[in-house]
């Protein structure tokens, strides 16, 4: 089969697009055959060594933790999973990755794809969803009528923070640049604010609930951002070099998202997808064979939004 995957630790040119011996299922696990993966910026991250200590990878490794496929062989144990279904899945971030035509999957990280848009869509659902719900509402504890700040919300988390955001009946204030603002809008953004030309705490009237940041913003900026938090609220933060700031004197707490995958909360998006609810969010599609361009593209920083990576199987 056909896959990506780096040798050694480095730039995106470590990459290389090559044949792969099929892989064969364990017990408890099955083999996709692979619709699609999406690019995430912690694939960059892990493909130049800097994340080695979190996610100890064995090399030559293949890259690809959002998979959506169809289940083509099954390991010993799994009941749940049948041939033919169509899945998506948030695989473990030091495992083998689905930029390939085939990836093996736990069948616990699997959950029915969508029905209601293309399978290979799909795959631009599960981290970035994941992220959104499990920072909105097992760490920010959102709740209908109140009021949430997402800063950086025109990139590929943002996208799903606001829309989950505006179904549990929150007011939604964003930041997005002049090149995200429609699709924060389309989200359904109740105010948007443009972090490039505006102060952002000058121009929000009234205290929020909850801050979500999604963007490496400066510190210092993140910490002015943070006295815009009512005394009792939530500062959530998912860039993780960076620690969310608390205030104890105002009951204030500042909290880090480390996604997991949930199998059960991927079931709920899809639902909400299905429903028609939820938009999954991709701003392009590219092929397997361009994924390493696309690494360098996202190291000059010029990928906005979610890219899903289509394999020869799509």
């Known amino acids: 089969m056909k896959a990506v995957r780096f040798h050694q630790y480095g730039d995106p040119d470590v990459l290389r697009y090559e044949d792969v011996d099929l892989p064969v299922p364990a017990a408890g696990q099955v083999r996709l055959e ?3 993966t999406s690019f995430n910026p912690v694939d960059a991250g892990i493909r130049g060594g800097g994340l080695q200590g979190p ?17 083509d062989a099954i390991g010993d144990g799994v009941e749940n999973l049948a041939i033919g279904d169509k899945v998506i899945g948030f695989l473990p971030m030091a495992g083998t990755g689905a930029a390939a035509e085939y990836a093996i999957a736990p069948a616990e990280v699997l959950t029915s794809a969508p029905s209601s848009v293309p399978l290979a869509d799909a795959a631009a659902l599960p981290i970035v969803g994941l992220t959104a719900w499990q920072a909105l509402f097992e760490l920010g504890q959102l ?3 109140q009021r949430v700040l997402i800063t950086g919300a025109g990139g590929a988390v943002g996208a799903y923070a606001v829309q989950l955001a505006k179904n549990a009946g929150a007011y939604v204030a964003a930041t997005a640049s002049p090149r995200s603002a429609d699709r924060v809008r389309a989200a359904g953004a109740d105010e948007i604010v443009d972090h490039t030309t505006t102060d952002v705490v000058a121009a929000l009237s009234e205290p929020v609930d909850l801050l979500l940041n999604l963007a490496p913003i400066d510190p210092e900026e993140f910490a002015k951002q943070a006295t ?3 005394n009792g609220g939530t500062v959530v933060n998912t860039t993780v070099w960076m620690q969310a700031p608390s205030d104890e004197a105002r009951g204030v707490r500042g909290l880090n998202v480390f ?4 199998a059960g909360q991927l079931a709920d998006l899809v639902a909400a997808v299905d429903r028609g609810d939820l938009r999954i969010d991709i701003s392009r599609r590219i092929q397997l064979e361009d994924l390493p361009a696309l690494h360098t593209e996202a190291a000059q920083g010029a990928v906005s939004g979610k890219v899903v990576v ?5």
Do not use: E, K, Q, Y
């Open 34 to 36: 692979v619709a699609a």
């Open 55 to 71: 996610f100890p990878v064995a090399l030559p490794h293949t890259p690809g933790i959002d998979v959506a496929g169809t289940v």
């Open 143 to 145: 709740t209908a009528g």
């Open 228 to 230: 815009l938090v009512r």
């Open 259 to 262: 996604v997991r995958s949930d």
């Open 310 to 314: 289509l394999t020869p199987n799509a």
